[in-house]
């Protein structure tokens, strides 16, 4: 029984540093979501990306922009980068599985839109290839990391890296990081004045 409570503690501690961590970066969180919020406002789209488990919390996040859960909040034009396979493996066969985002993006997106982008050790070539992609075409750009924040750390607009090498955690703090960053760019979006005054639609 006492391992058993030991162990319980253990799991619980592992979760303690990383957890107050995203507490901590709530300037940077707000930042990025007054970014987007600015992006979104004047038209621009958000694309997501990431691989393997990173795959499924892209089109989580893309999923809430674009049919939120919440009734009256406003549906905002968001497309994971992730759920075509025929894309994904022609490009991957032709040029590089490295390619499969960044190729996507080029043709996809335009310099007010934003690029946002998971990976738990930070250590994804395709999603790397796609920020830095995302960025030479002027898009704003968001990473969620997890780790030191690996090779990503340094190349997006904002990040949020969570500092554990259990991707479990990561996981975990990314899912609670995007949800905040969904409802703070509503938060902004719904203040008048907040905003530079031009509006499009």
Known sequence: ?????????????????????????????????????????????????????????????????VHPVIVGKRALPA?????????LTGVGAATGFAEVFAHQLRHFAEAGDIALGVSPDGRCADVLRGLRTAKDLGLLTVALLGGDGGDIAGVADHELIVPSADPRVVKEVHVTAYHV????????LEQPGVLSPEVIR
Request: net charge negative.
């Open 1 to 65: 029984m006492r391992r058993t409570a030991e162990h319980i503690s253990e799991v619980f501690a592992r979760r303690d540093v990383p957890g107050r961590g995203l507490a901590d970066s709530a300037d940077t969180i707000a930042e990025a979501c007054h970014a987007m919020s600015e992006r979104f406002h004047r038209g621009g789209r958000l694309f997501t990306f990431g691989n393997g488990g990173a795959a499924t919390d892209a089109q989580h996040i893309a999923v809430e922009f």
């Open 79 to 87: 497309l994971s980068l992730t759920g075509d396979v025929a894309t």
């Open 181 to 188: 960053l969904w409802e703070l760019v509503h938060v902004f």
